[in-house]
């Protein structure tokens, strides 16, 4: 799927629990971050609890440097997630600021 204009990132899914967990790779095709398709694995498991469900995220695979820069993204997307799941606007793409400039080849300053 295209990530920001011009900027695809691809997988496959790898395991499917209807309503409980997916597993999937993923990595960018283009190359702008050294993720290459197939080289790290999402999981994403959820639980009920208390008529409240719980989503964890978990993204392996990724090298030092990649793991701080993912760490800052996967949380602004699963807010974006509960927004739309709750009926609310979700707000900006964090990754529009991106779309004129390109993605970030290092990680971002907080995320060192």
Do not use: K, N
């Amino acid at each position: 799927f295209e990530i920001m204009p011009g900027e695809f990132c691809s997988g496959r899914y790898v395991e499917l629990v209807p309503a409980r967990r997916v597993v999937f790779t993923w990595g960018w095709e283009s190359g702008a971050l050294p993720v290459p398709p197939g080289s790290s694995t999402v999981e994403v498991d959820l639980d009920e609890r208390d008529g409240v469900t719980h989503v964890r995220l978990t993204h392996r695979g990724l090298d030092e440097a990649m793991r701080a820069m993912h760490a800052d993204g996967w949380p602004r997307y699963l807010q974006r997630l509960a927004a739309v799941a709750e009926g609310r606007d979700p707000g900006p793409d964090p990754a529009a600021a991106y779309a004129q400039s390109g993605p970030p080849t290092t990680p971002p300053p907080e995320a060192v």
